[in-house]
């Protein structure tokens, strides 16, 4: 069987896990992709655009996981470690967004 291993498979994942986290702070696109209504984003569609993106980050993890062998099944319990987890994951495109101070274009 060829493809990644299966420590590939699960360092791919924390990555774009640690990408998908930050990209709502650190682009004004929704999905780094359509222009968000208004020109600007607030933090409503940056926290769905999160849920979005966790969403397809599991989706990701598992394509890799079935790709691998069995799916193994989970229970709510997964989820709210994950949803916590990917929350961490967020907090420097968040710090960088809220809580520094920038300088405003000259």
Known sequence: MGGLSQSASVWLVLLVAVLAANLPFLTERLLGLL???????????RLAELAVLYGLTGAVGLLFERRLG????QGWEF??????????LAFPGFTWRYLVKHRAAA
């Open 35 to 45: 222009p968000a209504p208004g020109g600007r984003k607030s933090l409503g569609w």
């Open 79 to 88: 989820y709210a470690v994950t949803g916590a987890m990917f929350l961490v």
């Open 70 to 73: 069995q799916i193994a099944p």
